[in-house]
């Protein structure tokens, strides 16, 4: 359902004029030690490459979590914590 979900965002934020870019991932491996995200990350640090924040569309649809929003962050990234509260 995440990768649905992100695939939807994906197509609806496409028809609009974004001032910063946004990098789509689907990764795998994740209940393994976190391969995927990993290798991301890896790539992304030789390729000195910085994110403001990371959305993790899982379990979506799960009804034993309706309505419910994780939101982790670090000092650098309280900002997006405060934004997707008050959007939400």
């Known amino acids: 359902?995440?990768?649905?979900?992100?695939?939807?965002?994906?197509?609806i934020l496409?028809?609009?004029?974004?001032?910063?870019?946004?990098r789509f991932a689907a990764l795998t491996?994740?209940?393994?030690?976190?391969q995927g995200a990993k290798a991301?990350?890896?790539r992304a640090a030789s390729e000195d490459q910085?994110?403001?924040?990371?959305?993790?569309?899982d379990a979506i649809g799960n009804p034993a979590r309706a309505n419910e929003i994780i939101v982790?962050?670090?000092?650098?990234?309280?900002?997006?914590?405060?934004?997707i509260a008050a959007v939400n």
């Open 1 to 11: 359902s995440g990768v649905a979900a992100m695939l939807e965002i994906a197509r």
């Open 14 to 22: 496409s028809g609009y004029d974004l001032a910063y870019p946004i």
């Open 29 to 34: 491996a994740e209940e393994a030690g976190l």
């Open 40 to 42: 991301f990350a890896n």
């Open 50 to 57: 910085e994110y403001a924040g990371a959305f993790n569309l």
């Open 72 to 83: 982790n962050v670090d000092a650098n990234s309280v900002w997006l914590q405060d934004l």
